[in-house]
């Protein structure tokens, strides 16, 4: 069954994608004061990539997701593809999954194991990919409104007790960590769209690729920019790489009349990271029954779900390495899925259909 | 007549579908024996007409059913007066009768025995003259109704004051009185193997799009029950996500309701019988829209409907929020108040989720119990339950004074949306247990679930939540607030398919 999203709830679904669960990780930290720039240079570095999926999905006009990729790759190289990328939404949906049960443990249930909120993530992504993409993105434009309302929010709040000094001098250190920042930031989480490509059935126009991946995008970027540098500002360069979670910490320090705000952030963390994991969950299911030929994804989304629970519990066992892995191996296997992998598609694609629009001429 | 010589003998078997015979008393030999056997209500009176060649007459009709005074001024007397020419027989005297004498607007030929019976067992007295196969129907109805009064249920303070009653055909004429437009359409079918209930779709056929109709009609087509005695069976049998709580169809009472959601694309269903008229699709918003939102200045209207949202928030999560709070996160509550809780948590020796459950109990019992109960018992229920027990209950360290509060204010918030508090109940006791497990986190699951749920809902192929799930301005002019008349220019764009103008062009003194 084919499913169509609507242009506008698609662009939420992605904004939500890469808001996701980076509302509370001290993303950019090596960038330090100029963490600002290093948003703004991975802003400008991801946009190409991000325009290179939305042109890849447009030149399938419209046609269902897998039949799409057919006609531009052929049978089995699109069918291998889906199998490498189920296996990296996977893994992705594991560390999201992960990702909030630390944080969960270490904010507010120390006592209660990691493995229940796993189990309860895992039950409800479940239901939520088999209800398909389609529910996702209304889910998603539903609870936008809830994080949108607590962003806006604590952003005002946290102006109050935020220090722009910390942004000088800019550039101290030359170029290089602005540069790291930027990279960082490009492997977690912006080029992570490139598992949204999966899970799109068709569009509603030609257009529409380019109308739901580009200012969804840019505005989470915008999002991202204003939250984790006014957060910097309120706890100082300096300190905002030792916390785990600077951006919570950044909004406990507001007080209203002796009422602290820092939970609020931890809900929108959680709706957030709860439409990513759903999301990769999704793509892995449906790259998983395309690679083996099945009719129906929904009945692979089951052993999916219950193996992120061990997954989760395995891949990352602490926060610490969260961190780490976040800095050294994540961005090596990040790289071949979110740049090689697209480039090469984008230039099949283009080879493949400007020769068939050759052939249609000639013929 | 061999066939009536050998049945005669043996007993009447059922002839629901046979032809009437031209003979009189074969005819009534039937409908004694079988059609309307063993019914004393049903009177046939003899008569004869005058003239040279006076004809035997009977007119059936079932007592309380019709307006005798009708029968006898319409049908009684001009028969009995008349004479009809020599000449005519069988079909062509009943056509004559029918045509010259019988002084009535609703009057039709029958030809069968069953349709016989089922005119009769809705008010229509049947006239059979002898010598003629056919029969006239007179439409005489005329039971006991009950006055075009305000709905208690949805009574309002600026409005009209009428409200539907159990007559059909008064519903469809006060729906109409609102809608008076020839694109104003109104399709019957017929319910229930036994009851055979009449049923009316309405819609207007500019504007709401005619697959909806096709597929309303399809599932009452599809029915089949004994008996419809209330819209809500009906409602039941063509629901969309029939194991969901939340409601996928609308009902109301009031015929400017249900002219309204005819305007903006609906279909409404009115079911003879029942002073309930229901109106598909429902979407999420319906619940907290009230028709005095659209009567009243925009401003107050919005701010009404705020609070409905408002209420419906409190209603659902305060006792999961406060548990959540005291049991996990107390660093969230001003200093203060922590201590004020606490204190007076003192001596209660149950944990927060017990006291809730316990509280919110005896409150579901109390309001149980209040509705049924005529008024001065009601009140003096609510006054125990009020006073005596929430007090006794706190002196006596059972709960927390806080609990009295917080559960005081979320069944008080209930009933600010009524057609969605019975499952702010089942919500509660959701977000209750997650909250008490998982803290802030479990009632975040919670609400992640619930919204699932409705993101997962269609009825009649419109997404439940659809106008809260776009971010078109156009759209959402009608859902948190109620925008000015004058910019709502067009209907839902999921609903009304056809036409979506709603206002012609720039209208209204202040428009922009």
Same mark, same amino acid.
């Given at each position: 069954?084919?499913?169509?999203?609507?242009?506008?709830?698609?662009?939420?679904?992605?904004?939500?994608?890469?808001?996701?669960?980076?509302?509370?990780?001290?993303?950019?930290?090596?960038?330090?004061?100029?963490?600002?720039?290093?948003?703004?240079?991975?802003?400008?570095?991801?946009?190409?990539?991000?325009?290179?999926?939305?042109?890849?999905?447009?030149?399938?006009?419209?046609?269902?997701?897998?039949?799409?990729?057919?006609?531009?790759?052929?049978?089995?190289?699109?069918?291998?593809?889906?199998?490498?990328?189920?296996?990296?939404?996977?893994?992705?949906?594991?560390?999201?999954?992960?990702?909030?049960?630390?944080?969960?443990?270490?904010?507010?249930?120390?006592?209660?194991?990691?493995?229940?909120?796993?189990?309860?993530?895992?039950?409800?992504?479940?239901?939520?990919?088999?209800?398909?993409?389609?529910?996702?993105?209304?889910?998603?434009?539903?609870?936008?409104?809830?994080?949108?309302?607590?962003?806006?929010?604590?952003?005002?709040?946290?102006?109050?007790?935020?220090?722009?000094?910390?942004?000088?001098?800019?550039?101290?250190?030359?170029?290089?960590?602005?540069?790291?920042?930027?990279?960082?930031?490009?492997?977690?989480?912006?080029?992570?769209?490139?598992?949204?490509?999966?899970?799109?059935?068709?569009?509603?126009?030609?257009?529409?690729?380019?109308?739901?991946?580009?200012?969804?995008?840019?505005?989470?970027?915008?999002?991202?920019?204003?939250?984790?540098?006014?957060?910097?500002?309120?706890?100082?360069?300096?300190?905002?790489?030792?916390?785990?979670?600077?951006?919570?910490?950044?909004?406990?320090?507001?007080?209203?009349?002796?009422?602290?705000?820092?939970?609020?952030?931890?809900?929108?963390?959680?709706?957030?990271?709860?439409?990513?994991?759903?999301?990769?969950?999704?793509?892995?299911?449906?790259?998983?029954?395309?690679?083996?030929?099945?009719?129906?994804?929904?009945?692979?989304?089951?052993?999916?779900?219950?193996?992120?629970?061990?997954?989760?519990?395995?891949?990352?066992?602490?926060?610490?390495?969260?961190?780490?892995?976040?800095?050294?191996?994540?961005?090596?296997?990040?790289?071949?899925?979110?740049?090689?992998?697209?480039?090469?598609?984008?230039?099949?694609?283009?080879?493949?259909?400007?020769?068939?629009?050759?052939?249609?001429?000639?013929? | 007549?061999?066939?009536?010589?050998?049945?005669?003998?043996?007993?009447?078997?059922?002839?629901?579908?046979?032809?009437?015979?031209?003979?009189?008393?074969?005819?009534?030999?039937?409908?004694?024996?079988?059609?309307?056997?063993?019914?004393?209500?049903?009177?046939?009176?003899?008569?004869?007409?005058?003239?040279?060649?006076?004809?035997?007459?009977?007119?059936?009709?079932?007592?309380?059913?019709?307006?005798?005074?009708?029968?006898?001024?319409?049908?009684?007397?001009?028969?009995?007066?008349?004479?009809?020419?020599?000449?005519?027989?069988?079909?062509?005297?009943?056509?004559?009768?029918?045509?010259?004498?019988?002084?009535?607007?609703?009057?039709?030929?029958?030809? *069968?025995?069953?349709?016989?019976?089922? =005119? &009769?067992?809705? $008010?229509?007295?049947?006239? /059979? +003259? #002898? %010598?003629? @196969?056919?029969?006239?129907?007179?439409?005489?109805?005329?039971?006991?109704?009950?006055?075009?009064?305000?709905?208690?249920?949805?009574?309002?303070?600026?409005?009209?004051?009428?409200?539907?009653?159990?007559?059909?055909?008064?519903?469809?004429?006060?729906?109409?009185?609102?809608?008076?437009?020839?694109?104003?359409?109104?399709?019957?079918?017929?319910?229930?193997?036994?009851?055979?209930?009449?049923?009316?779709?309405?819609?207007?056929?500019?504007?709401?799009?005619?697959?909806?109709?096709?597929?309303?009609?399809?599932?009452?087509?599809?029915?089949?029950?004994?008996?419809?005695?209330?819209?809500?069976?009906?409602?039941?049998?063509?629901?969309?996500?029939?194991?969901?709580?939340?409601?996928?169809?609308?009902?109301?009472? *009031?015929?400017?309701?249900?002219?309204? =959601? &005819?305007?903006? $694309?609906?279909?409404?269903? /009115? +079911? #003879? %019988?029942? @002073?309930?008229?229901?109106?598909?699709?429902?979407?999420?918003?319906?619940?907290?829209?009230?028709?005095?939102?659209?009567?009243?200045?925009?401003?107050?209207?919005?701010?009404?409907?705020?609070?409905?949202?408002?209420?419906?928030?409190?209603?659902?999560?305060?006792?999961?929020?406060?548990?959540?709070?005291?049991?996990?996160?107390?660093?969230?509550?001003?200093?203060?108040?922590?201590?004020?809780?606490?204190?007076?948590?003192?001596?209660?020796?149950?944990?927060?989720?017990?006291?809730?459950?316990?509280?919110?109990?005896?409150?579901?019992?109390?309001?149980?119990?209040?509705?049924?109960?005529?008024?001065?018992?009601?009140?003096?229920?609510?006054?125990?339950?009020?006073?005596?027990?929430?007090?006794?209950?706190?002196?006596?360290?059972?709960?927390?004074?806080?609990? &009295?509060?917080?559960?005081?204010?979320?069944?008080?918030?209930?009933?600010?949306?009524?057609?969605?508090?019975?499952?702010?109940?089942?919500?509660?006791?959701?977000?209750?247990?997650?909250?008490?497990?998982?803290?802030?986190?479990?009632?975040?699951?919670?609400?992640?679930?619930?919204?699932?749920?409705?993101?997962?809902?269609?009825?009649?192929?419109?997404?439940?939540?659809?106008?809260?799930?776009?971010?078109?301005?156009?759209?959402?002019?009608?859902?948190?607030?109620?925008?000015?008349?004058?910019?709502?220019?067009?209907?839902?764009?999921?609903?009304?398919?056809?036409?979506?103008?709603?206002?012609?062009?720039?209208?209204?003194?202040?428009?922009?």
């Amino acid at each position: 069954m084919r499913e169509h999203v609507p242009d506008d709830q698609g662009m939420i679904l992605v904004l939500l994608f890469v808001v996701g669960n980076t509302l509370v990780f001290g993303l950019g930290g090596v960038a330090g004061p100029d963490i600002w720039l290093a948003f703004l240079t991975a802003t400008v570095m991801a946009l190409p990539m991000i325009l290179l999926m939305a042109r890849v999905r447009s030149l399938m006009q419209g046609a269902a997701l897998y039949s799409g990729l057919e006609q531009v790759f052929g049978k089995w190289p699109s069918r291998g593809l889906a199998l490498v990328y189920a296996l990296y939404a996977w893994r992705l949906s594991c560390f999201v999954v992960s990702d909030v049960s630390n944080f969960v443990q270490a904010i507010a249930l120390p006592n209660t194991p990691k493995v229940v909120v796993a189990s309860i993530l895992a039950l409800l992504m479940l239901w939520a990919a088999k209800e398909g993409v389609e529910v996702l993105a209304r889910f998603a434009v539903v609870m936008s409104k809830v994080v949108f309302a607590v962003l806006l929010v604590t952003f005002i709040l946290l102006l109050s007790v935020a220090n722009p000094a910390e942004f000088l001098p800019v550039m101290y250190d030359g170029a290089k960590p602005v540069f790291l920042g930027a990279f960082q930031l490009l492997d977690f989480p912006f080029l992570e769209v490139v598992v949204l490509f999966w899970v799109f059935d068709c569009f509603s126009s030609k257009r529409s690729p380019f109308k739901v991946f580009v200012p969804g995008f840019l505005s989470a970027a915008l999002i991202l920019l204003v939250m984790t540098s006014t957060s910097l500002a309120v706890v100082g360069a300096d300190r905002y790489s030792v916390f785990y979670f600077p951006i919570w910490t950044a909004v406990s320090r507001i007080n209203v009349s002796t009422m602290r705000l820092e939970a609020i952030v931890g809900v929108t963390f959680a709706i957030g990271s709860f439409l990513k994991m759903a999301v990769c969950l999704l793509a892995a299911s449906r790259c998983v029954t395309y690679a083996f030929g099945f009719s129906d994804y929904r009945f692979v989304v089951t052993p999916l779900a219950l193996a992120v629970i061990p997954g989760s519990q395995w891949l990352i066992t602490t926060l610490m390495e969260v961190e780490k892995s976040a800095i050294k191996t994540y961005p090596t296997s990040a790289t071949i899925y979110q740049v090689v992998l697209p480039v090469v598609f984008w230039v099949v694609a283009e080879i493949r259909v400007a020769k068939a629009r050759h052939q249609g001429k000639g013929g | 007549m061999f066939f009536w010589q050998k049945t005669k003998k043996n007993a009447p078997q059922p002839r629901g579908l046979d032809d009437l015979n031209p003979s009189l008393e074969i005819n009534l030999h039937w409908l004694k024996a079988d059609i309307l056997a063993s019914d004393e209500t049903i009177v046939y009176r003899r008569f004869k007409t005058s003239g040279a060649k006076a004809r035997d007459c009977v007119l059936v009709y079932a007592d309380n059913m019709v307006k005798h005074e009708f029968l006898s001024q319409f049908v009684l007397r001009p028969m009995m007066q008349s004479s009809p020419p020599k000449h005519l027989r069988g079909e062509e005297l009943i056509r004559y009768l029918s045509a010259n004498v019988i002084e009535s607007d609703g009057s039709e030929l029958v030809a *069968r025995y069953g349709e016989i019976g089922d =005119k &009769i067992m809705n $008010g229509v007295a049947v006239l /059979l +003259v #002898d %010598g003629c @196969p056919l029969g006239i129907a007179v439409d005489a109805k005329g039971w006991p109704k009950r006055a075009v009064t305000e709905p208690p249920s949805e009574s309002v303070v600026r409005g009209p004051r009428t409200g539907f009653s159990e007559d059909l055909g008064v519903n469809i004429s006060l729906v109409r009185l609102k809608l008076s437009s020839p694109n104003f359409k109104t399709r019957f079918l017929y319910v229930g193997t036994q009851t055979k209930t009449k049923v009316a779709i309405l819609y207007l056929d500019n504007v709401t799009s005619l697959d909806l109709v096709e597929e309303v009609a399809r599932r009452i087509d599809a029915i089949e029950i004994d008996a419809v005695l209330d819209s809500g069976y009906i409602q039941e049998m063509i629901r969309d996500a029939p194991y969901s709580p939340f409601p996928t169809i609308g009902h109301t009472e *009031r015929p400017d309701v249900a002219a309204a =959601k &005819i305007l903006e $694309g609906r279909v409404a269903v /009115l +079911v #003879d %019988g029942s @002073p309930f008229a229901l109106t598909v699709p429902y979407l999420l918003v319906e619940a907290f829209q009230v028709n005095e939102d659209y009567y009243n200045q925009w401003m107050v209207g919005s701010f009404h409907r705020l609070i409905r949202y408002i209420s419906y928030f409190i209603t659902t999560s305060t006792p999961a929020i406060y548990i959540a709070l005291i049991s996990y996160h107390p660093q969230l509550i001003p200093t203060n108040l922590v201590v004020s809780i606490s204190a007076s948590r003192k001596n209660v020796p149950f944990p927060g989720i017990v006291e809730v459950i316990l509280m919110g109990l005896v409150f579901e019992i109390l309001r149980e119990g209040g509705v049924r109960l005529p008024r001065p018992i009601g009140q003096a229920i609510s006054i125990v339950g009020a006073i005596v027990l929430g007090e006794a209950a706190v002196s006596a360290s059972l709960v927390s004074a806080p609990m &009295i509060i917080v559960v005081g204010v979320t069944g008080v918030a209930g009933f600010v949306n009524p057609a969605l508090n019975d499952i702010a109940v089942l919500i509660r006791l959701l977000f209750v247990f997650l909250a008490a497990g998982l803290g802030l986190y479990g009632y975040v699951f919670g609400t992640i679930a619930i919204v699932l749920l409705l993101s997962s809902m269609e009825s009649f192929g419109v997404p439940y939540l659809s106008t809260m799930t776009t971010i078109r301005p156009q759209d959402i002019k009608d859902t948190v607030v109620r925008v000015p008349w004058w910019q709502m220019r067009l209907r839902p764009r999921y609903l009304a398919t056809k036409d979506r103008q709603r206002l012609q062009r720039r209208t209204g003194s202040k428009g922009p």
